[in-house]
């Protein structure tokens, strides 16, 4: 049996951060996700769907995440139910994440600037290991600035330098 989603949308609004009494974090956020149709060109439909995140994970998306930011989110649907008020029976089904990226940068400006595609630098977190987008820089090759007309801070670009890697630092 497999339980997998992969959702790509904006948030609705800001992530709501909170801890349980045991003191885990829980993130919950919507997120509008484009549906396909086939009728007029000019309606666009959108799904809501409720995403929740725990622990590190959590408190990574309430950091970085805002409304309106794009993010691909990777997880499980989850139905659950209570009974409210007025003893009647609530379903509600949801998404924990366990893999959340940012596809946009935090600080894109009007028209786009900014917006990494789903495989390009963009951040992630993931429930395993927390915020994964890098950090630190990198001196590959001996020259100490990268001066490539802008403020340039992804630590993986190589400016296409080659990159020299020992044979005992590969993994296989």
Known sequence: ?????ILIGRLTRDPELRYTPAG???TQFTLA??????????????????????????ETCANYLRKGRLAAVE?????RNYENNEGRRVY?????????????????????????DAYGSAPAASAGGGYGGGGGSS??????????????????????????????????
Do not use: C, K
């Open 1 to 5: 049996m497999l339980n997998r989603v």
């Open 24 to 26: 885990v974090a829980v």
């Open 33 to 58: 996700v484009d549906r396909s149709f086939s009728g007029n060109r000019e309606e666009r439909e959108a799904d809501f769907i409720p995403i929740v995140t725990w622990r590190q994970l959590a």
């Open 75 to 79: 997880g499980r649907i989850q139905v």
């Open 92 to 116: 509600v089904t949801e998404v924990i994440a366990d893999n959340v990226r940012f596809l946009e940068s935090p600080n894109r400006e009007g028209g786009g600037q900014g917006r990494d």
């Open 139 to 172: 001196n590959r090759s001996g020259s100490g600035s990268r001066s490539s007309g802008g403020n340039n801070n992804d630590p993986f670009a190589d400016d296409g330098r080659p990159i020299d890697i020992s044979d005992d630092d590969l993994p296989f």
